[in-house]
């Protein structure tokens, strides 16, 4: 199993571009969720989904969005990109929704100039 | 709101020196904890899951002990080695059935030669 994968492992976008980060497991995981992590601010949940077409949102949602269309993938699509965004990205899933085993994925560095 | 604190915010020791992380959460209402490490720039590696009807869990010079009811886990690390230097972060897991994660800011250790 390849686990978590994501991509791509880093990017840099201008002020107002759009982009969408890819999450995929092949775990059969019915719960997946993307965090930001940033420097004293730890790991902060911004969406999550406990299965194919049900998404919810986390603590920091506002400007990104996600859908789920299959169990294997969970996409995360930053609308206008702003400096504030400028984060790593960390998708995860679990096969017993939040109180499961958490994996992780290897992260997305995301700087917007 | 689950809220998770980790003491000490960081650490720094000799080599072969045992030592304990705490992590602490005002929810104890939760199925599972568990425990990762995260090398600079680096993704989550889990370490363990202490599952709710467990209340120790060990992996090689790792131990960790969970006592719900006062809304306590600690990490135990013997014999530290240089190669044990890096942040530790620990997640209790579907406290009261929420689906939503909170995690703690870590510990950042530092294990000198």
């Known amino acids: 199993n390849a686990g978590v994968t994501q991509t791509p492992k880093f990017q840099v976008l201008k002020t107002g571009q759009s982009m969408t980060l890819q999450c995929a497991q092949d775990?059969?995981?019915?719960?997946m969720s993307w965090y930001r992590q940033d420097p004293g601010m730890g790991l902060r949940l911004i969406h999550y989904s406990v299965g194919a077409g049900i998404t919810d949102q986390g603590e920091v949602p506002n400007g990104y969005n996600v859908s789920r269309s299959t169990t294997e993938d969970f996409p995360l699509r930053l609308l206008s990109a702003a400096p504030s965004q400028t984060s790593v990205y960390f998708c995860a899933s679990s096969y017993i929704r939040g109180a499961g085993e958490q994996y992780f994925g290897p992260g997305t560095r995301l700087t917007v100039t | 709101k689950q809220e998770v604190t980790q003491i000490p915010a960081a650490l720094s020791v000799p080599e072969g020196e045992n030592l304990v992380l705490n992590c602490s959460f005002t929810d104890s209402a939760i199925y599972n904890l568990q425990w990762f490490r995260q090398d600079p720039g680096k993704g989550l590696t889990s370490l363990l899951l202490?599952?709710?009807?467990?209340r120790e869990q060990t992996s090689g010079r790792l131990n960790a002990s969970l006592d719900k009811s006062s809304g306590r886990s600690t990490l135990y690390i013997a014999a530290s080695q240089p190669g044990d230097s890096a942040t530790y972060l620990c997640a209790p897991l579907g406290q009261g059935g929420s689906e939503k994660l909170v995690f703690g800011k870590g510990t950042k250790l530092t294990v000198n030669p």
């Open positions: 775990m059969n995981h019915e719960y």
């Open positions: 202490i599952q709710s009807s467990q």
